[in-house]
């Protein structure tokens, strides 16, 4: 009996979001930011818990109707069953003219979650800000209202009123508001601020746009993550019969995230994987797009967007989304509509069972041929065979661009050119006893990974191949180094065979970041820096590594955001003394 029990208690806490001992990732805490000199709104924390309650049942039934049951996010529940909105209190004083902005805001947020045992670097949060004025008869704020994340962390950032409660989604509310210079019944500001926090959370849960097909326009309303944020519920309004929904590639990927899966992967790496024999073919007004992802094993599915080109002010707005077959070995299939008369992007994303993804992007040309996108798929491989380091495949793919695309002939050679190098290091743990010392940017990680373009060592890559440019600090060219734009990490296997590294830090030189290096040894942190700017100029260290076998060079944004933090290491090296 106490066995069922308990697992009827698991089964609430994650279909309703009961309270429950919450480790890192397995739910949504909610944050409300206000200036010191101004108190929270009245009743905010009963019309917090509302709003999310509303919005996560949307997601709820929205995830039941695609087929996966009915997941949401499981809400950061008190004992009371309301949930927890941790205030935030900003310690200067509201002033109309001055953004609130997510860089200005996260250091206090950290700091307040922090003292509760919440590392914000962990989690997802949605930051409700204290931020509407009136002006005259006019209701504004200057907020960045804007969601972004993935299954690692994520934060989603909107404004609150004293009139936003799902309550107010009644047409008999009489009551008018002017928002911004746009005058609405209350029952419609609550359609587009609430619908503009289920949209935010979706970009901070990792999703895109997309837009709806006319089918679906027809039978469900708009797309979310489209223009759905404008017609969220407003069935309940009675003027439409319909609001907005999830598309079915939207909640399959909604079904990887920790918070609707309930599970937390052991990891959040993202395997080498590509669409090999990827073909693209016409018929009948439709494009047959078909592959096979290899390898397999972690790959859980793969989504296409069909985006119209130019992206212009519209972005992605207008990207039709579809869920390809996918057999067991990796075979995948979709049909998608051409767009008649359009340049158009077709991305192909693959989704693997941490809810990570990789993205393959090509154009389309305006007849609806081919060509651009065999010849785009030829580059594809091209920088794959560059990221896992395969020299020969870069030598047959630069055969077949000679003479489908001789400009992408020269990116392709730069691969080239470092791979050939790249061929020549070998892992720390290998070199021969007899050096007494090894610079880290000719040797081979085991893993890497950067926040801006590609890991590279000394210089920095454009992804795409079209340059390669020194590495520099405030004091000049850096002829050895690694490029550590925050967050980034670099693994090398030492084998306990080393007994110092060391190594200078700085930020790259016309980038006004903030960031802290991490030196790590077998998961222990070993060394910490201060937060360096760049006229810091330059910092040292060196740390003992006997016995370590795994090295691992960090490094982390500033509490400003990431934006600028062109980290880069020195001449990092290895000794035997």
């Known amino acids: 009996m106490r066995i069922l029990s308990q697992r009827l208690m698991l089964a609430a806490v994650f279909l309703l979001g009961l309270p429950a001992l919450a480790g890192p990732r397995e739910c949504l805490h909610l944050v409300y930011v206000t200036n010191r000199d101004r108190p929270p709104l009245a009743d905010y924390e ?76 962990q989690e997802y949060l949605v930051v409700f800000e204290n931020a509407y004025w009136k002006d005259g008869d006019t209701w504004t704020y200057d907020v960045v209202y804007t969601g972004s994340g993935n299954p690692v962390k994520g934060a989603t950032w909107v404004a609150d009123h004293e009139w936003l409660d799902p309550r107010n989604l009644d047409p008999k509310r009489k009551e008018r508001i002017n928002d911004r210079g746009h005058r609405m ?21 990792g999703l895109p746009h997309n837009r709806e097909t006319e089918a679906e326009s027809k039978r469900l309303g708009k797309a979310l993550m489209g223009a759905g944020n404008y017609t969220y519920r407003q069935e309940r309004l009675g003027s439409k019969p319909h609001g907005s929904f999830l598309t079915p590639a939207h909640a399959f990927i909604l079904s990887l995230h920790p918070l609707f899966s309930g599970r937390v992967p052991g990891g959040f790496a993202i395997p080498p994987v590509f669409p090999e024999e990827l073909a693209f073919t016409t018929e009948g007004g439709r494009l047959m797009v078909s592959g096979r992802v290899a390898p397999v094993g972690e790959v859980a599915g793969v989504v296409l967007y069909h985006d119209a080109l130019p992206t212009g002010t519209n972005k992605d707005y207008d990207a039709f989304s579809y869920l390809a ?183 790259h030189r016309g980038h006004q970041g903030s960031v802290v290096f991490v030196v790590k040894g077998d998961g222990r942190e070993l060394f910490r820096s201060s937060l360096l700017r760049l006229a810091d100029g330059e910092a040292d260290v060196r740390v003992n590594v006997s016995g370590i076998q795994t090295l691992e060079l960090v490094t982390e944004p500033g509490p400003d955001g990431k934006d600028g933090d062109w980290g880069i290491w020195i001449a990092p090296s290895l000794l035997r003394h």
């Not at 995830?63 to 950061?76: E, I, Q, V, W, Y």
């Open 46 to 121: 009963n019309r917090v818990h509302r709003m999310m309650v509303d919005v996560q049942d949307f997601y709820r039934t929205e995830m039941a109707r695609n087929g996966h049951g009915p997941k949401t996010f499981r809400l950061d529940l008190g004992v009371d069953g309301k949930a927890n909105v941790h205030l935030v209190t900003l310690d200067w004083d509201f002033d109309p003219h001055r953004k609130f902005t997510p860089g200005e805001l996260r250091p206090a947020i950290a700091e307040t979650l922090s003292r509760k045992g919440i590392d914000i670097e």
């Open 325 to 507: 077959e996918m057999k067991p070995d990796g075979a995948f299939r979709a049909t998608l509509p051409l767009l008649d008369g359009q340049e158009c992007a077709l991305h192909v994303k693959v989704y693997f069972k941490n809810g990570m993804h990789r993205k393959f992007s090509f154009t389309q040309g305006q007849d609806g041929g081919l060509e651009r996108l065999r010849t785009g798929y030829l580059k594809e491989q091209a920088r794959h065979a560059f990221e896992v380091k395969d020299a020969a495949r870069l030598r047959t793919v630069i055969k077949e661009l000679e003479t489908a695309d001789p400009a992408s002939v020269k990116a392709a050679r730069l691969f080239l050119g470092l791979t050939e190098q790249w061929e020549g290091f070998c892992a720390p743990v290998e070199v021969a006893a007899a050096e007494q010392a090894i610079g880290l940017s000719s040797c081979r990680w085991s893993a890497a990974s950067v926040g801006w373009h590609v890991p590279s060592f000394n210089g920095v890559l454009d992804p795409d191949g079209k340059w390669f440019q020194p590495l520099a600090s405030a004091k000049g060219k850096c002829p050895q180094g690694l490029y550590a734009h925050a967050p980034s990490s670099y693994a090398y296997a030492l084998g306990g065979k080393w007994k110092s590294f060391e190594s200078r830090m700085a930020l």
């Open 185 to 205: 019944a209350i029952g419609q500001f609550n359609v587009k601020m609430i619908g503009g926090v289920a949209h935010e959370l979706g970009h901070g849960l």
